[in-house]
């Protein structure tokens, strides 16, 4: 099988050859084309270049365009600092809707004219036009909750959940409609998955969650469907008394960090959802050695039965040693599920 056939088989309860491997590397793929992270960010032949080798050398099963999570926000106006080997940081005191008026001036980009959102969209169509159909290819956007938080300011945003619940939920719906228009720029560029990362959703409590975030995070993952693509969820953190609220949104990939108990989430989600992770990045994966990496993936895959993907709980750590890396590769060759 392709890497692409893998990952789409696993998604629709097919047989498949071995376990897909799906671990997201950004600053860990730029190093390993020895280039500094701003020209990764900055330049789509870099990004796509290092995604390349990355999936090359470690037999990735698939290509992705995930590199910060200030495209979105760049371009609707916001402040960004940024760093020769770092990823760019949205200036919190200089936040785009500290002025919460603003709100009604802004306008969507188009993430086909120009910015950061246009840089992402030419990055997908390079990978596929490199790839064809060996790898599959993700795009990337900012979930509801996230975006806003990257526009208001996070520790803002948490007061108006209480303060002001009616400009919460414009800014969602605004935050709805950017990646929706972004998500469809990728998907017509040749994206087969569709990456929504919502690492505040984690920040916030299970009411808050079922009553805000997860409306906007159902629409938009339906409207993603309805574009014929499939889709990630990724949302950073302790997300475990968020599993059901999750699985409503009916993403083909949940992924889950390191905190967020894997044997819970199947027993949540039910047997049909396919799960990614959830080793620690820092713990097992940079600091641990490939027999420990090893032992911690069987106990990801006994917990996540059949419809597994391997990958860490986030972003593999740039300083991770090549071998233990290679450890998730090795697990991923020597393991297929006896049933989907």
């Known amino acids: 099988m392709t890497g692409r056939q893998r990952i789409l088989a696993m998604y629709e309860g097919s047989p ?27 330049d789509f032949r870099i990004l796509a270049e290092a995604q390349l080798k990355v999936a090359s050398d470690f037999h990735f099963d698939y290509v992705s365009v995930i590199s910060d999570p200030a495209r979105e926000a760049a371009d609707l106006g916001a ?5 020769e080997n770092q990823p760019p940081a949205i200036v919190e005191n200089q936040a785009l809707l500290r002025d919460k008026s603003t709100l009604a001036r802004l306008k969507l980009p188009d993430p086909q004219a120009r910015g950061r959102m246009l840089d992402r969209v030419q990055g997908v169509a390079l990978l596929r036009e490199q790839t064809g159909l060996e790898l599959l290819v993700e795009g990337w956007v900012e979930g509801p909750c996230a975006l806003a938080a990257d526009l208001r300011g996070l520790n803002t945003l948490m007061l108006d959940f209480i303060d002001d619940a009616d400009f919460v939920k ?27 990362g919502d690492a505040a959703a984690s920040l916030i409590g299970p009411r808050l969650y079922f009553d805000y975030v997860l409306p906007y995070e159902k629409r938009l993952i339906e409207e993603l469907h309805a574009m014929g693509t499939r889709v990630r969820l990724h949302i950073c953190g302790n997300t475990r008394k968020l599993f059901r609220g999750m699985a409503a949104v009916a993403a083909e990939q949940v992924d889950l960090d390191w905190m967020a108990p894997l044997g819970e989430a199947r027993q949540e989600m039910g047997p049909s959802q396919t799960l990614a992770g959830n080793i620690d990045p820092v713990r097992v994966l940079r600091d641990g050695t490939p027999d420990t990496i090893l032992s911690a993936l069987e106990e990801c895959f006994r917990q996540a039965s059949s419809r597994y993907i391997v990958s860490a709980g986030c972003e593999v750590p740039r300083d991770t040693p090549e071998p233990n890396l290679r450890a998730m590769t090795c697990f991923a060759a020597t393991h297929a599920p006896a049933c989907i």
């Open 16 to 42: 498949v050859d071995r376990l897909p491997l799906m671990p997201i590397t950004m600053m860990f793929a730029g190093d390993l084309l020895r280039v500094n992270y701003r020209k990764y960010v900055s």
């Open 79 to 83: 402040t960004l600092e940024w760093f």
């Open 170 to 196: 414009d800014l969602f719906e605004l935050s709805l409609q950017v990646a929706l228009r972004f998500a469809r720029a990728q998907v017509e560029a040749g994206a087969d998955l569709i990456g929504v």
